[in-house]
């Protein structure tokens, strides 16, 4: 990962195709149009993914709110999320006018089935589970568990597409499935997303909804009646043209990631403190990360200056970040937005500044993640992981 490692000469071709043309806009030109970069994105997305439905919208962060739209999820619903995810997630929760409501992890660093039942009350409707850097969530369990509750599923693989589970790809247990394309996800638009279903009719509301309602099984687009209210989530046809080229890379993409994977993996088992992230179906993991756990944060901080003194780079400490874990999460935990938008749910928020995650912040704090690269040389590779031995030697 990130797939503009491998740019070539073939996206390069899909993107002249649209600029030969001038039909940059998804939906209408069609006296000039070559060919439809987005639909054959799609259709591409749900051969590989073998799902009946795809839209393709302008970021994972709009494939989530669509999604979440398109699933009847709105004002004062609660929706189970875990804290370790990135911060689009909650935010497209809160923008639909839901109340995101966190519930602990487990070993897999994912949504821990578990720990739903402590969260749950009579205003819960969704669960949202996330398959964070490339692996899977109990997605079985957690499937289960909203069959038996009567919840909706909707996926958070907007880090993990390619991802399997026993032989089915993550994304495709749920209600809907949601990607996302931005500049570092393995595959790259750029700026995208997809959602994905076997549901007709949640398809079609995503549809429309992406599209300020507009009905595109009617020809003549803008002169049909709109069914219901939308925003405008559309991709451009620079945006899927470049996607559609990383999209046919993919297995070539994760194959070279597990290969790297792999060689990181074995040097580390050398390490007796080191235990590795739990992943539910090894053979379905991406590998864009490398995930694993020391015996305390005190060791996970001190493991984290020295690879810098070694000059160790693409490594992970989430227990901070601004963007992917709760605790740094204060724009949330103060509710804070530049007008009073969805203020109608805030009400029925919790005080997130005074919730608790002993569970959560015990395995985060102990996480380091190694983000692979694709471009890395077997020199490269090699060099790796001499640092990292002499890291934990010092």
């Not at 809160?94 to 969260?119: H, R, Y």
């Not at 394309?181 to 790259?188: A, G, L, M, N």
């Not at 985060?364 to 001499?386: F, H, K, M, P």
Request: glycine fraction near 6%.
């Amino acid at each position: 990962m990130p797939g503009y490692e491998w740019f070539g000469d073939e996206e390069r071709r899909e993107i002249q195709d649209v600029l030969d043309t001038g039909a940059l806009g998804r939906y209408g030109f069609d006296n000039i149009r070559k060919d439809n970069k987005a639909k054959k994105f799609e259709e591409e997305l749900c051969r590989q993914l073998n799902v009946e439905y795809a839209h393709l919208c302008s970021s994972g962060t709009a494939a989530l709110s669509t999604a979440l739209a398109a699933c009847g999820v709105g004002a004062g619903d609660e929706v189970i999320i875990p804290p370790f995810t990135f911060v689009a997630t909650f935010e497209s929760i809160l923008f639909q006018g839901a109340i995101p409501i966190f519930a602990e992890i487990d070993d897999t660093l994912c949504l821990n089935p578990k720990a739903i039942d402590a969260v749950l009350t009579p205003r819960t409707k969704a669960v949202v589970p996330v398959h964070m850097c490339g692996a899977m969530s109990q997605i079985d369990k957690l499937k289960e568990y909203c069959a038996r509750k009567g919840l909706i599923l909707i996926e958070d693989a907007c880090q993990s597409l390619g991802g399997m589970f026993q032989g089915k790809a993550l994304g495709t247990f749920g209600e809907m499935g949601c990607f996302s394309f931005d500049s570092v996800k393995t595959v790259t638009c750029g700026e995208g997303g997809a959602i994905i279903t076997n549901s007709r009719e949640r398809y079609i509301l995503a549809d429309k909804y992406a599209d300020h309602g507009h009905d595109h099984t009617n020809p003549d687009r803008g002169k049909e009646d709109h069914d219901i209210l939308g925003i405008n989530y559309r991709i451009s046809e620079l945006n899927a043209a470049v996607g559609l080229a990383q999209l046919r890379k993919l297995s070539n993409m994760i194959a070279r990631q597990r290969e790297i994977h792999q060689v990181l993996q074995s040097a580390f088992k050398n390490i007796p403190e080191i235990t590795f992230r739990r992943i539910p179906d090894p053979n379905g993991d991406t590998c864009t990360f490398l995930s694993f756990f020391l015996p305390s944060e005190e060791r996970a901080i001190d493991i984290v200056a020295k690879f810098a003194e070694v000059g160790l780079d693409s490594w992970m400490y989430w227990y901070p970040n601004n963007w992917h874990y709760f605790k740094q999460w204060n724009h949330l935990k103060t509710l804070s937005v530049p007008a009073p938008i969805a203020t109608m749910a805030f009400k029925y928020c919790p005080d997130y500044s005074k919730i608790e995650l002993p569970v959560s912040d015990d395995y985060i704090s102990r996480t380091i993640s190694l983000a692979i690269r694709l471009t890395w040389s077997e020199e490269e590779i090699n060099n790796r992981v001499q640092k990292i031995k002499t890291a934990f030697l010092k």
